[in-house]
């Protein structure tokens, strides 16, 4: 979120971990591994979610 509440951006991970502006499906045990990790290199300035 900015300073006036909006979301800057919305970034996708396909199944290689590459960042991606395009949703696709990846199966929920997977897609928490990979959210996981990628918070790890993201650190607290983001915020990944599986939906």
């Given at each position: 979120?900015?300073?006036?509440?909006?979301?800057l951006?919305v970034l996708?991970l396909?199944?290689?971990?590459?960042?991606?502006?395009?949703?696709?499906?990846?199966?929920?045990?997977?897609?928490?591994i990979l959210a996981?990790?990628?918070q790890?290199?993201?650190?607290?300035?983001?915020?990944?979610?599986v939906?």
């Open positions: 979120m900015g300073t006036a509440g909006q979301l951006r996708f396909d199944r290689e971990g590459h960042i991606s502006a395009q949703p696709h499906f990846v199966p929920r045990g997977e897609a928490l996981a990790n990628q790890r290199v993201l650190g607290p300035q983001a915020r990944v979610l939906l």
